[in-house]
Each structure stands twice: as structure tokens, then as C-alpha cells.
């Protein structure tokens, strides 16, 4: 079986670029069925309440149990407060098997992790170059799996990437997606290195064409097995043990208060990390 772990679904309502304005499927299914994929994880595009968006998430996955996973999308300030309600609403209600967080909204924050561990759920973090926060994850959470897309970088910063593969190496709980790698020297090496079973295939459809994305696992020339992690063995080991009927502790939604909503200042291209101000 071969699974798509990152495809963002859904409507935006920012209107500043694609990543945030509209993901649609139609193109994205039609290549993954000409690719030979045959499950999807999606995600929600990006939007200025997450419970919002991962309804519209959920009522796609609904509509193809058999095809989509669902992650719930947080924001890590946005969301505080209410983090804990949105991923348990999410998991028991919408079947939902993994959280979402990307550096552009925040950085990553206890409460996220600790719901992560209360449901033993994966969390896909885009840590936009940041990969130093995976030495602290893997000493404060060594417990949830922590899936940091593009190898790092969908920048293609080199440098960010070959700092993430020495912590695919070493920590147990670091695993990255192929999605956008475009330095294919560097996705041999994190294969060499770190071993096919920290890496999963992703293509952050609908934006990037899926079966380009495939193609690159099939040129690495692995052994089947070790091809067999990768598409989609490594994604279905990490979700085996989420927790669908479990009840968060009430003590993570106390410890956590809500917070005010931030005013955003800036715009960001939330793959590039490129900004200017809008005052």
C-alpha cells in the first residue's frame, strides 16, 4: 500500500497565496491514482481558526473513510487554551489520527506535545529550517513521533537539511517526509544514514505533483523492503497506537490558559520564510 503522509484539503480564507486561499483534490487524485497511490493524509490549508478548517477536513474524510486519514491543524497561540478541546474533538469525533503545526503560525508548545502523548498521536511539524527544536523534542517527548516534513527545509536550505538528518540518526522519535526534497544527494544520505524506517513519502499535494514526488522514492533503488517502509509500512506503524476513545487529563487543558489571538504584522510565504511588512 502506498500513502501520500502529507496533502493539504480544503478552503482558506486569507487570500494571500494558494497555501491559504484553496487546496482542491480533484487534480491531486487524478495523478495519485495514475501514480498508484492509494491512500492520502490530509491536512487542512492554512486559516485563522483551525476548528473551522479541520471541519471541512473531516467531512471530505468522511466521505472516503477507505482513502483519507485526517491530521487536526493547530495553531499553537491561536489555538492555546483550546488546543486540547479542538485535537480530542478531532480524534473521537472526526476519526482524525495525527496533529499538524507549522512554524509560520508558532512554534511548537508543551501543550501541543502533551496532547500528542495523552492520544499517541504523531505530530507533522514544518519546523521552516528551525531543526535544532528536534534535540528538544527528543529529550522532553521522547515518547510521540515527531515527523518534520521537506527534510527540514522546503527552502532547500542544505544546511538546515543535513542537521536534520544527523537527528533522524540519533533520536528514536525524529522522522522527516520526502515532500519537496529537491536535493537528492541529501535524501540518499538521511536513507543511508538514518535507515528506511525513519523516512515517510509525502508530496504536499495538491500543490506539488504526487507521482513526481513518488518517483524519487523509486529512484533511491532500495531493497523492496526497505521501499515498502517508506510508502506507507513507517505511516501505519506510527498511527497504531492513537488512542480514538481515550480522554485527555483534564489537568493539560487547566495548565494551559487561553490566550489573546496575536495581531499578525507580517505576510509569509509559510514554505519560503520570505516576509514584508504590512504596516
Known amino acids: 500500500m502506498i500513502i501520500d503522509c502529507h496533502c493539504h484539503a ?5 487570500l494571500t497565496g494558494p497555501w491559504d486561499t ?3 483534490l480533484e487534480a491531486y487524485l487524478r495523478r495519485a491514482a495514475e501514480a498508484g497511490i492509494d491512500r492520502t493524509v490530509l491536512l487542512a490549508a492554512f486559516h485563522s481558526d483551525y476548528a473551522t478548517a479541520n471541519r471541512g477536513v473531516a467531512r471530505i474524510v468522511a466521505r472516503r473513510p477507505d482513502r483519507f486519514y485526517g491530521f487536526a491543524f493547530v495553531h499553537p497561540d491561536r489555538d492555546r487554551g483550546r488546543l486540547v478541546e479542538l ?3 478531532a480524534v473521537e469525533r472526526y476519526g482524525f489520527v495525527g496533529i499538524k503545526v507549522h512554524r509560520h503560525d508558532g512554534r511548537i508548545t508543551r501543550e501541543i506535545c502533551e496532547a500528542a502523548r495523552s492520544l499517541s498521536l504523531p505530530v507533522l511539524y514544518d519546523v ?14 521522547p515518547d510521540v ?3 518534520i516534513p521537506h527534510l527540514g527545509s522546503f527552502a532547500d536550505d542544505w544546511r538546515a537539511q543535513l ?3 544527523d537527528h533522524l540518526a540519533r533520536h528514536a522519535n525524529i522522522y522527516t517526509d520526502t515532500a519537496g526534497v529537491r536535493r537528492f544527494d541529501l535524501l540518499e544520505q538521511a536513507v543511508k544514514r538514518a535507515g528506511a524506517r525513519k523516512i515517510l513519502f509525502g508530496s504536499d499535494g495538491p500543490w506539488l505533483h504526487p507521482g513526481i514526488e513518488l518517483a524519487k ?5 532500495l531493497s523492496e523492503s526497505e521501499q515498502a517502509l517508506i510508502l506507507g509500512q513507517n505511516f501505519l506503524r506510527l498511527i497504531a497506537r492513537v488512542h480514538t476513545q481515550a480522554r485527555l487529563p483534564h489537568d493539560v487543558a487547566r495548565r494551559f490558559p487561553k490566550a489573546e489571538p496575536p495581531i499578525d504584522s507580517e505576510y509569509r510565504d509559510p514554505w519560503l520564510g520570505e516576509s514584508s511588512s504590512l504596516c
Do not use: H, K, N, T
Not at 128 to 141: D, H, K
Not at 217 to 221: D, F, K, N, R, S
Open 87 to 89: 485535537v480530542r474533538l
Open 217 to 221: 522514492i523509486y529512484a533511491l533503488g
Open 10 to 14: 480544503g478552503q482558506g480564507d486569507g
Open 22 to 24: 484553496r487546496a482542491p
Open 128 to 141: 521552516m529550517g528551525e531543526v535544532s527544536v528536534c534535540e528538544l523534542l527528543a529529550q522532553e517527548y
Open 163 to 165: 542537521a536534520l538528518i
Open 145 to 147: 513521533a515527531f515527523i
